[in-house]
């Protein structure tokens, strides 16, 4: 079934936009407003002002806007004529851009808040300052931001509000912030050496060698997953001929994304997603309905060429493996083959403990197709998940230019959001590339094609990881399992013996023989987030015998090494968190 928006909250967000807007203009009455919408965590408000705004002056921002909440004004909405709100908003050129843009019979509509306060906005809004004095809000910091985003245009002060239901909530939302810089991905992946970023390959991540095995047991997962799941698994080249792109439309529709050389005066484009080559792999022998549903998979690098101001650790990169498969299907296979990836996709988040939500992305502006074939795929994929009875939030526009999506957003530990997964039904692709397969009357039909992500990309997945765990890996993901240290040199014997038990058995373990105190070993193990420890001195050694720590203060001793093993052995088949 549909789930909705919490619209209410959105309203009264954009509603303490406004707010913000008048108290800016109560304390520099020279501010020129641009626009001010609501965002997930709270609104921003892009304003011309002259004075530039730093931490030094939020207090008072702040003080303004209680003041202004405190005093129950209305928010009350009127209409006017494209010529009256020209003449209202003169002396701003940024509200008269957007008046000229509308047609000349348009009915536009102000907001004002009180009487002396009005500007330019749809709404809708809440009754009354008054609704909004419980709210929680803070503003948090202070960008440049070009006006309407181009770079050509004056650059802007876009003032941030962190704005919530209650205080409770906005107070929750700062510590959930302070949590996540300790999980940051990028302090976390340089503290426990999982990956660095060079400034000679800026977003082009290099993994470290404990990034390795974290990257290849999450690779091993998907090749166990999906082979069970009856997937084929390909490899498609890394760079392809621009005709190809033209004929999926992403030359047309990507280009501006994608990194292009010339080889013999032929036009290449270093592949910014993996499906066009699955496409060839399909053309490459013919198909009958036997064959369908026919599910290729691909762990595929790609590149895309990101705005350095948006990359950030292993969450924005410009080179990344998506874990993609490709469905070649016929059309009453459709909601059967959706429920199957909807499936997979719950079975891996499970795993790694993670609940999600779902959303459903329609038909976008710049998108190819029949209205015929949009509708009956997005009737398709709604259908699956009802059938599922899997809640949804419809996100009208957001679809992909051949065919709409659902996308899964993870909820990880400290109550963030994350878009991984998502299936992508497609019926343009295989009509552009003229896909083919013979049919039960022998004639030849057009397959229906579905893209589909579980982890989204390797990278991206990892770098999510990294922060839901904060480094602190489950047993059967961590670079190391085991860390077995001594208290004495003439202990150094035993340790070895215990540590070739562990190599034998395939756990990752590490020996720490040094000449230090025991705490500081500890201390060091701890740091770098290794699930055990072993510990071992005269008293183990005497009874051949081990004391372990764990994670969640678990301390035991005079353990016998083989039932340690088992259980080790345990963790990791089961996949334990």
């Keep these: 079934m549909k789930k909705e928006l919490d619209e209410g909250l959105q309203k009264a967000r954009h509603s303490m936009a406004h707010v913000l807007a008048k108290a800016l203009m109560g304390l520099y009455p020279k501010t020129k407003l641009t626009i001010g919408p609501a965002i997930d965590d709270g609104f921003y408000y892009d304003v011309d002002l002259d004075e530039q705004l730093t931490p030094d002056h939020f207090d008072a921002i702040e003080k303004k806007m209680r003041e202004i909440l405190n005093k129950g004004e209305s928010f009350t909405r009127k209409e006017v004529s494209k010529q009256e709100a020209l003449k209202l908003f003169a002396g701003n050129e940024y509200k008269t851009e957007i008046i000229n843009e509308l047609p000349n019979d348009a009915t536009i509509t102000l907001y004002y808040t009180g009487d002396n306060f009005f500007d330019l906005c749809r709404g809708p809004h809440v009754e009354s300052t008054r609704n909004l004095q419980n709210f929680g809000y803070k503003i948090h910091s202070v960008n440049g931001a070009y006006w309407r985003g181009n770079e050509k245009n004056k650059m802007l002060q876009r003032v941030y509000v962190y704005a919530f239901k209650s205080k409770k909530e906005l107070a929750d939302h700062i510590a959930m912030l302070e949590e996540a810089k300790k999980r940051d991905n990028r302090k976390l992946g340089k503290e426990l050496g999982l990956f660095m970023i060079s400034p000679e390959g800026p977003g082009f991540p290099f993994y470290l060698p404990n990034g390795m095995i974290v990257r290849n047991e999450l690779i091993d997962y998907w090749h166990q997953i999906h082979r069970k799941a009856g997937y084929k698994e390909?490899?498609?080249?890394?760079?392809?001929?621009?005709?190809?792109?033209?004929?999926?439309?992403?030359?047309?529709?990507?280009?501006?994304?994608?990194?292009?050389?010339?080889?013999?005066?032929?036009?290449?484009?270093?592949?910014?997603?993996?499906?066009?080559?699955?496409?060839?792999?399909?053309?490459?022998?013919?198909?009958?309905?036997?064959?369908?549903?026919?599910?290729?998979?691909?762990?595929?690098?790609?590149?895309?060429?990101?705005?350095?101001?948006?990359?950030?650790?292993?969450?924005?990169?410009?080179?990344?493996?998506?874990?993609?498969?490709?469905?070649?299907?016929?059309?009453?296979?459709?909601?059967?083959?959706?429920?199957?990836?909807?499936?997979?996709?719950?079975?891996?988040?499970?795993?790694?403990?993670?609940?999600?939500?779902?959303?459903?992305?329609?038909?976008?502006?710049?998108?190819?197709?029949?209205?015929?074939?949009?509708?009956?795929?997005?009737?398709?994929?709604?259908?699956?998940?009802?059938?599922?009875?899997?809640?949804?939030?419809?996100?009208?526009?957001?679809?992909?230019?051949?065919?709409?999506?659902?996308?899964?957003?993870?909820?990880?530990?400290?109550?963030?959001?994350?878009?991984?997964?998502?299936?992508?039904?497609?019926?343009?692709?295989?009509?552009?590339?003229?896909?083919?397969?013979?049919?039960?009357?022998?004639?030849?039909?057009?397959?229906?094609?579905?893209?589909?992500?579980?982890?989204?990309?390797?990278?991206?997945?990892?770098?999510?990881?990294?922060?839901?765990?904060?480094?602190?890996?489950?047993?059967?993901?961590?670079?190391?399992?085991?860390?077995?240290?001594?208290?004495?040199?003439?202990?150094?014997?035993?340790?070895?013996?215990?540590?070739?038990?562990?190599?034998?058995?395939?756990?990752?373990?590490?020996?720490?023989?040094?000449?230090?105190?025991?705490?500081?070993?500890?201390?060091?193990?701890?740091?770098?987030?290794?699930?055990?420890?072993?510990?071992?001195?005269?008293?183990?050694?005497?009874?051949?015998?081990?004391?372990?720590?764990?994670?969640?203060?678990?301390?035991?001793?005079?353990?016998?090494?083989?039932?340690?093993?088992?259980?080790?052995?345990?963790?990791?088949?089961?996949?334990?968190?």
């Design 234 to 577: 390909v490899l498609t080249p890394i760079m392809l001929s621009r005709h190809l792109w033209e004929t999926s439309g992403h030359w047309d529709h990507y280009k501006a994304n994608m990194y292009t050389t010339k080889i013999d005066d032929t036009d290449f484009a270093i592949k910014p997603m993996n499906c066009p080559g699955g496409i060839l792999v399909y053309k490459n022998s013919p198909h009958s309905y036997r064959d369908l549903p026919l599910r290729v998979g691909e762990l595929g690098l790609v590149h895309r060429h990101e705005k350095s101001g948006e990359l950030g650790g292993m969450m924005r990169v410009r080179c990344f493996t998506q874990d993609d498969a490709h469905i070649f299907m016929t059309p009453s296979q459709i909601k059967d083959e959706i429920k199957g990836v909807v499936e997979l996709i719950d079975k891996v988040y499970k795993i790694f403990n993670f609940t999600y939500h779902v959303e459903l992305s329609t038909r976008p502006e710049n998108s190819m197709g029949s209205d015929e074939d949009w509708n009956l795929a997005t009737d398709a994929l709604k259908s699956a998940l009802d059938e599922l009875k899997l809640d949804y939030v419809i996100n009208e526009g957001d679809g992909a230019f051949y065919g709409p999506k659902i996308d899964f957003h993870l909820n990880d530990a400290i109550g963030r959001t994350w878009q991984c997964g998502t299936i992508q039904l497609d019926f343009q692709l295989p009509q552009r590339f003229e896909l083919e397969y013979t049919g039960e009357d022998g004639e030849k039909h057009r397959p229906i094609m579905i893209h589909r992500v579980v982890y989204g990309s390797i990278d991206r997945f990892f770098g999510i990881l990294i922060e839901h765990f904060a480094g602190a890996f489950p047993l059967w993901l961590a670079p190391e399992q085991v860390r077995v240290l001594t208290l004495a040199d003439r202990n150094n014997a035993y340790a070895e013996k215990i540590a070739e038990v562990l190599r034998n058995k395939n756990i990752r373990v590490e020996l720490d023989e040094r000449n230090e105190k025991i705490g500081f070993k500890i201390r060091e193990a701890l740091s770098m987030k290794v699930p055990y420890l072993i510990i071992v001195g005269d008293g183990e050694e005497s009874t051949g015998t081990i004391s372990i720590r764990g994670r969640g203060n678990e301390s035991a001793s005079g353990l016998k090494l083989a039932d340690f093993v088992e259980r080790l052995e345990n963790e990791i088949k089961t996949k334990k968190i």
